[in-house]
Structure formats: structure tokens, C-alpha cells
């Protein structure tokens, strides 16, 4: 329909402009001496739109014959990052499909080719990426370095790649550095802090550590039990690092949050900090304290190695009975007041809660308990038979360390 409006457009058109023609009778004199050329009106203004229309023509191939170098190049330009892309692509591909030589040696033609910072940026990391998957660590060190000469300090990505590679390596110095030219450019951003806290936990830095993980447990970086075990770990770092008098630890314990002090491998550490400082009553305090609120077999085997004597003893062996009417299966409380019976002298006891604890789970402790006491009491038979019981047990649990 649009072509046939158009056909009667032209048609109209011509036939306007013959009957203009046929009408017009005037002309145009054109005088330049020694001539007078005297010509049709029609004619002139047909000269006139022909002598402009070539004019435009002559123009416009002047004008692409100039422009043509330029047109030259920016299709090499485009032919180059096109194939900047083609290679970037088929690089991505084989790094994904574990083929990281392949990988890296497409990065590095695609990088070669990149003229835009952000190119570069993704060629460079890539084949950063792939020669670390190689431990080519060399090369990759040749990429990073690349990336500094071309943008610095100032790029987020390469920091954060660099930080990650060097923590990989083992490099904690340099990881360091590059997280902290990561945190200059983003001070807040959370893969930054969380790289951090694998830093620090390498490094054994309980305090940054700790800082870190309640930075990141307020942004729900890392859920309450995540957060639980890394402040447990960097806990117990520290009271092996930083050995604490006894009047010191107490003040450090008791300024732990309240869901920090049921972790049982913390409370164990802090008791063992009692005992070696010679404190066994506050051990005793501590440990009774914690299974008063949340009941712990582990807690409660821990408790007869105190070496409390006289009336603490006497106590003791009361407390754990009391407890032994609510966890009467508890094999390690029948350990415990197996050990405190043996430490009260009383022998019978002593045997029966220990005979009652290999009854309900037996273990390579109970039974060197057992025969160390039958063996005190000139039952050599008896004890030969939980020596082996108990090296039985112990062999298969030291064949797996």
C-alpha cells in the first residue's frame, strides 16, 4: 500500500511539474562580456538542481575518500576487540573446564589485545587465576604485576585476587598488604573482612580474630554457629599464647559473653589453666558452675582429675553422686567417681563405678583405671585382663592419628 501512495505521489509530482513547465514562459539572460546567453527559464533551473546535485556527489566522495583512514582503522579496532572477545570467551570456557595452560594462554592473546581498562582488568585476572591453578606462580606474579603497573592501587578486583593468592601461598605479608590496598578503595565490603579472618586465623591473631567475627556476625556474614566455633578457637589461641595468672584469668573469663562460656573445649582449657596455676578449687567452681546450667559427659570426666583433697574430695565425691541419680548412664561419671572413690580409698567403690562405666561404654582410659587399681590391690590376673582390654581399645584410635 506504501509503495502504490507512493507511485501516485511521482505521478503527481511529474505531471505538476510539466504543467509548470508548459505555463512558465520566462527566461533568463546571463551576461558576460563579450556574450549575452539568453535560455528558458525551465532550462536554468534544470541546470541550476543538476549543477547542485553533482556538486552534493562530489562532496561527499571527497569526503569518504578523506575519512577513509579512519574507517580503516577503527574496523581493524573492531576486528581486534572482537577477537579480544572470541578469546576472552574461549578462555573462560577452558578455565571452567579445568584446562587452565589452555586457559591461561588465550587470557594472555586476549590481554594482548585489550585496549580498554576493563578488558585488560578481566584478561589480566583470568590468566592470574589460571597460572595459580598451575602454580606457575612465576608467571602469575607477572600478570599481577601487570595489573599494578596499568591501574595502581586502585583496583578493587586485582586486590582482592592478589590478597587470596598469597593467603593461598602461604605469603601472609603480601596477603596483608593487599587486603589492605582492598580495604582503602572499599573499607566495608564483606569478602574483604571475611578474607581477612582466614588471614588472621592463619596467622594465629586471636584478637583481630575476634574483632573480625563480630564485624562480620553483625553484617550475618557468618551465622551464630560459625561465629561460635571461630570465637572458640581464637579463645583457646589466645590462652595458649597468652598464659593468664589466676586472678587475671578469672577477670577474663568473666568479661566473655554469657553464650561463649558453655562452649565445653573453652571451659576445658580454662580448668587446665586452673590446675597447672594450682588452683584446682576454682576448676572445681567453674566446672560445677557450667553443669549446673547444661549438662556435659566430657565436662563431667574432667571433673575427677582435679586432685582436690581432705574435705573437697569428701565434697566432690557428694556432688558427682548427686549428679550420678540424673545421668545414671553417664559413662564418664562413672569414670569420674570410679577415680574419686580410688582417690577417697575407697577401694570397692572405687572398682564398682569403674566396672559400671566399662558396662555402659567401655574405653581404653576405664579399663587402665580398672587395672591400675586391681593391680594396687594384688589382683594381677584381673588387671593383666584390662591392660589388654585397654591397649585393644587404644591401638585402632592411635593407628588413625
Not at 17 to 31: D, E, I, M
Not at 70 to 78: A, D, L
Not at 309 to 321: F, M, P, R
Request: net charge neutral.
Amino acid at each position: 500500500m506504501r509503495i502504490l501512495l507512493w507511485i501516485i505521489a511521482l505521478f503527481a509530482l511529474a505531471v505538476g511539474l510539466t504543467l509548470f513547465a508548459q505555463l512558465n514562459t520566462g527566461y533568463v539572460l546571463l551576461f558576460l562580456p563579450p556574450w549575452r546567453i539568453e535560455i528558458s527559464l525551465n532550462v536554468f533551473a534544470m541546470l541550476t538542481l543538476a549543477t547542485i546535485a553533482l556538486l552534493y556527489l562530489l562532496l561527499r566522495v571527497v569526503a569518504e575518500l578523506g575519512g577513509l583512514p579512519h574507517k580503516v582503522k577503527q574496523y581493524r579496532e573492531r576486528q581486534q576487540r572482537d577477537a579480544s572477545i572470541q578469546l576472552e570467551r574461549e578462555a573462560r570456557l577452558a578455565f571452567f573446564e579445568g584446562r587452565y595452560q589452555r586457559a591461561e594462554r588465550l587470557a594472555s592473546e586476549a590481554l594482548n589485545n585489550s585496549e580498554n581498562n576493563d578488558a585488560f582488568a578481566v584478561n589480566a585476572l583470568l590468566a592470574t587465576r589460571a597460572a595459580h591453578q598451575m602454580r606457575d606462580f612465576a608467571r602469575r606474579d607477572q600478570y599481577l604485576d601487570k595489573l599494578q603497573q596499568r591501574f595502581g592501587n586502585q583496583h578493587l578486583a586485582a586486590a582482592m585476587m592478589a590478597a587470596e593468592l598469597y593467603l593461598d601461598e602461604r605469603r601472609y605479608t603480601d596477603a596483608g598488604n593487599a587486603l589492605a590496598a582492598a580495604k582503602q578503595i572499599s573499607p566495608k565490603l564483606t569478602a574483604a573482612l571475611q578474607l581477612e579472618l582466614r588471614l588472621r586465623l592463619r596467622e594465629e591473631n586471636p584478637d583481630a580474630v575476634l574483632r573480625l567475627v563480630e564485624q562480620l556476625a553483625k553484617s550475618e556474614a557468618v551465622d551464630a554457629e560459625q561465629a561460635r566455633r571461630i570465637r572458640n578457637q581464637a579463645y583457646l589461641l589466645k590462652l595458649r599464647q597468652q598464659p593468664l595468672s589466676s586472678h587475671q584469668l578469672k577477670d577474663w573469663w568473666n568479661k566473655l559473653p554469657a553464650h561463649d562460656k558453655a562452649l565445653p573445649q573453652l571451659i576445658e582449657a580454662v580448668t587446665d589453666s586452673y590446675k597447672q596455676q594450682g588452683e584446682p578449687a576454682m576448676a572445681r567452681s567453674l566446672l560445677e558452675e557450667t553443669l549446673r546450667n547444661e549438662w556435659s559427659g566430657t565436662l563431667a570426666g574432667r571433673y575427677g582429675s582435679l586432685g582436690l583433697t581432705g574435705e573437697a574430695l569428701i565434697s566432690q565425691l557428694q556432688q558427682a553422686e548427686l549428679w550420678l541419680k540424673q545421668h545414671p548412664e553417664d559413662h564418664l561419671l562413672l569414670l569420674t567417681l570410679g577415680r574419686l572413690c580410688r582417690a577417697s580409698a575407697l577401694w570397692g567403690k572405687a572398682q564398682t563405678y569403674l566396672e559400671a562405666s566399662i558396662a555402659v561404654h567401655p574405653t581404653a582410659v576405664a579399663h587402665a583405671e580398672l587395672a591400675e587399681l586391681l593391680d594396687s590391690l594384688d589382683k594381677n590376673d584381673a588387671a593383666s585382663r584390662h591392660y589388654q582390654a585397654s591397649l585393644a581399645l587404644a591401638l585402632p584410635q592411635a593407628s588413625l592419628i
